[in-house]
């Protein structure tokens, strides 16, 4: 036989051999090795609890694993609620006493709870930094009065517990700030701000135990509220504080030296040292008293967007001068960020309060008005919030008063609580989603898969803390109340019919934040 048909032959049997053992490959990965079950998630989910109140608190987190996020809030109740295996006696409190509770974000059962001080002062949630830390996330609380603990939030256990250092007449100031490790142990370490008649102190802790580093430490200035933790473009750390018509300002170095009475791991920049007042902190005055501070995205780092009684302004994070300023009185509430053209940042302002509220969406490089609309809210109305979408924009999640039709008066005592949703490609319109009688405590709109199931979480609960009702949390996907959402036109001109405005917003697509 020549040899080029033996060769021939060869190539084929070679070539049968490889198509069958990739055939079998794919039999094998299709039909005989299981995929692994992606958890269902559930529409829509509530969890009540009887004879309670709950707290202005929220947070997410993938506490099961299951790729899905979790949520984690806080009720007061009396011995034992619906679903608590422990008592308010059995962690040693009285009746009734604060619980932490985690739940599925796939259905809402209930992953873990438990009583875990007589009433809550303060809590912040911490992820690790860096990410990869063996360092566990955890809820941080304050008890008032009681523990300083610090709350697993896979387990629900308590990984550090102290009795608080802070006197009786304190107050502690929100939020609980992270600042980088200054013990070594891998953890960011943890600064409480308190306030005791017109001073303000600060506590350093350990992140990973709890303990205290060094001793208390004074900042020099009066406040009541909205600290700031800002890093300078030259890796310096400072304080920022709202005190008075002037925005108040300590480094942390210069804390840290206090507190300890030894040199740290912080810097100073000398820019910022010659503007700053060594008397009396005062790093720049502003126009109006100071109501919100919070750190932005710059182009060289972050900037620093000042809200007072007057103006809102955004500082250089720098230099300290104003980029722009818009005269603007009575804001609602600490901006929000998100994007109203594709990834260009923008602020949403609410400005003005009970029939009176405007929304305003600027441009934050300018401070330009890009969208606005009169929205009338109501006492305690909940956040502004936003969800990055996949046009590298955001949907907008706004609540209002809810339009009473046949009636030329809204008052806010009859009118439901309406949950507006708003995306910049649809600027004519408002899509309606919800309407909620219920008082509402806490509210979030979260991407609770990555790129695919944005919903939103409620927390109502009765209005006074002294008188305890029905609690209810409760989940809805945001998709699925879109087809039977009311459309809102706010002008005249060209209108898409609703139901093509419905399956708009029903083809978004969002993405988890970079």
């Not at 969890?47 to 993938?62: H, K, P, Q, R, S």
């Not at 896979?154 to 802070?166: K, Q, R």
């Not at 039977?484 to 405005?501: C, E, T």
């Amino acid at each position: 036989m020549p040899v080029s048909s033996r060769l021939s032959r060869c190539r084929t049997v070679a070539f049968f051999l490889s198509l069958f053992i990739c055939l079998f490959v794919v039999f094998v990965v299709s039909f005989v090795i299981p995929c692994p079950d992606r958890p269902e998630s559930q529409r829509m989910w509530r969890i009540d609890y009887n004879a309670a109140v709950t707290y202005d608190f929220l947070a997410m987190e993938d506490i099961n694993r299951d790729k899905i996020q979790d949520v984690v809030f806080l009720y007061k109740d009396t011995n034992s609620s619906n679903n608590a295996s422990l008592s308010c006696a059995d962690e040693g409190f009285s009746s009734p006493c604060a619980f932490v509770a985690a739940v599925s974000g796939a259905n809402g059962s209930v992953l873990w709870e438990r009583p875990v001080v007589q009433d809550v002062a303060l809590v912040e949630c911490t992820t690790p930094q860096p990410s990869d830390s063996k360092v566990s996330s955890a809820c941080i609380l304050v008890g008032r009065p009681g523990p300083f603990l610090a709350v697993s939030l896979s387990t629900g256990e308590t990984l550090w517990s102290h009795p608080s250092s802070f006197g009786g007449n304190t107050s502690v100031l929100s939020p609980l700030l992270q600042v980088p490790d200054v013990d070594g142990d891998g953890a960011s370490d943890l600064l409480i701000l308190t306030q005791e008649g017109k001073e303000i102190s600060g506590y350093i802790y350990s992140g990973s135990t709890g303990d205290q580093i060094g001793r208390r430490g004074s900042l020099g200035v009066g406040g009541d509220s909205g600290p700031l933790l800002h890093v300078t473009r030259t890796g310096a750390h400072y304080l920022l504080l709202p005190c008075a018509s002037s925005l108040c300002s300590r480094s942390l170095k210069g804390l840290y030296e206090e507190v300890t009475g030894r040199g740290g791991p912080f810097k100073s920049d000398p820019r910022w040292e010659n503007v700053l007042n060594a008397s009396t902190h005062s790093l720049l005055p502003s126009s109006g008293a100071v109501r919100y501070l919070m750190n932005v995205p710059g182009k060289a780092g972050q900037d620093v967007l000042l809200v007072t009684s007057e103006a809102c302004v955004l500082l250089d994070g720098q230099k300290l001068t104003p980029k722009w300023t818009l005269g603007i009185a009575q804001v609602l509430r600490k901006p929000i960020l998100g994007h109203y053209k594709p990834d260009t940042p923008a602020v949403v302002i609410e400005n003005g309060t009970g029939t009176d509220r405007q929304i305003l969406l600027l441009g934050l490089s300018s401070g330009a008005v890009l969208w606005s609309q009169a929205l009338p809210s109501f006492p305690g109305a909940p956040p502004t919030t936003s969800l990055p979408t996949a046009d590298h924009r955001s949907a907008f999640f706004f609540w209002g008063l809810h339009e009473l039709i046949g009636t030329n008066e809204m008052d806010p005592r009859d009118a439901r609580h309406s949950l507006y949703m708003f995306h910049p490609t649809l600027p004519g319109v408002l899509l309606e989603l919800a309407n909620v009688s219920a008082n509402i405590v806490a509210f979030d709109a979260v991407l609770f898969e990555p790129s695919r199931h944005a919903a939103y979480v409620l927390l109502t609960g009765p209005a006074s803390s002294d008188v305890p009702g029905l609690v209810s949390m409760i989940k809805h996907k945001v998709r699925d109340l879109v087809p039977d959402s009311r459309v809102v036109h706010l002008g005249k001109g060209r209108r898409d019919s609703d139901q093509a405005i419905r399956d708009r917003f029903s083809w978004l697509r969002y993405r988890s934040e970079v």
